[in-house]
Nanobody, 119 residues
Framework: QVQLVESGGGLVQAGGSLSLSCAASTRTFSMYKISWFRQAPGKEREFVATEWSGGRKFYADSVKGRFTISRDNAKNTVTLQMNSLKPEDTAVYYC?????????????WGQGTQVTVSS
């Protein structure tokens, strides 16, 4: 069982920045794929960013160039640096961990952290 705890959400004005952190309670953190997702009110949950082993990073088109994901396997954390925030970035942000790098399935989810961007 892996527990994920997100932190760093809050209220920010458009154009501002926030840094989200996801801390995982597992000694085998490096074996899990970790990604960020978000869900806005009335919308489906959507993928935001992920970093694969080896350092390859993938982003949703809507956040490319503004968000940066980074993982620290020594500290069991994944951060999401969000710059140039827009009102449409308002959502609950979740980190998720998956045991299989070959599938799109995620086995563990955090409780989420609210990000609100005011215009």
């Amino acid at each position: 069982q892996v527990q994920l705890v997100e932190s760093g959400g809050g209220l920010v004005q458009a154009g501002g920045s926030l840094s989200l952190s996801c801390a995982a309670s597992t000694r085998t953190f490096s074996m899990y794929k970790i990604s960020w997702f978000r869900q806005a009110p009335g919308k489906e949950r959507e993928f935001v960013a992920t970093e694969w082993s080896g350092g390859r990073k993938f982003y949703a088109d809507s956040v490319k160039g503004r968000f940066t994901i980074s993982r620290d396997n020594a500290k069991n954390t994944v951060t999401l640096q969000m710059n140039s925030l827009k009102p449409e970035d308002t959502a609950v942000y979740y980190c998720a961990a998956g045991e299989s790098w070959a599938s799109e399935k995620y086995d563990y989810w955090g409780q989420g952290t609210q990000v609100t961007v005011s215009s």
